[in-house]
Nanobody, 124 residues
Framework: EVQLQASGGGLVETGGSLTLSCAIS????????IGWFRQPPGEVREGVAC???????YYADSVKGRFTISRDNAKNTVYLQMNSLKPEDTAVYYC??????????????????WGPGTLVTVSS
């Protein structure tokens, strides 16, 4: 059974930093990609970042240069380091796993497994 658990959300001031973690079981990095998605209040879900099975990284334009996705192979955990946070980054953040070869990296519909989200609130 594949399980993903995101953690690390919280309240942070504008300009601050936060690191989210996604602990994964039942799915290895060789199996496919891991993505971070977010859903702001009242808005649709959007792709934030993705790390492929090879370790290649991809980012939404809105977070490039501010967010960094990385992984720890030994811990089977993916991280999202978020710097220079803005109020518009406020959202519930989710991590998800996509089987290799199946669909676009930044589209949620391509992902096969999801964990519960963690709320990030950036105060102005």
């Amino acid at each position: 059974e594949v399980q993903l658990q995101a953690s690390g959300g919280g309240l942070v001031e504008t300009g601050g930093s936060l690191t989210l973690s996604c602990a994964i079981s039942g799915f290895t990095f060789d199996d496919g990609a891991i993505g971070w998605f977010r859903q702001p209040p009242g808005e649709v879900r959007e792709g934030v970042a993705c790390i492929s099975s090879r370790g290649d990284t991809y980012y939404a334009d809105s977070v490039k240069g501010r967010f960094t996705i990385s992984r720890d192979n030994a811990k089977n955990t993916v991280y999202l380091q978020m710097n220079s946070l803005k109020p518009e980054d406020t959202a519930v953040y989710y991590c998800a796993a996509k089987v290799k070869g199946s669909g676009s990296r930044m589209l949620g519909n391509s992902y096969d497994y999801w964990g519960p989200g963690t709320l990030v609130t950036v105060s102005s």
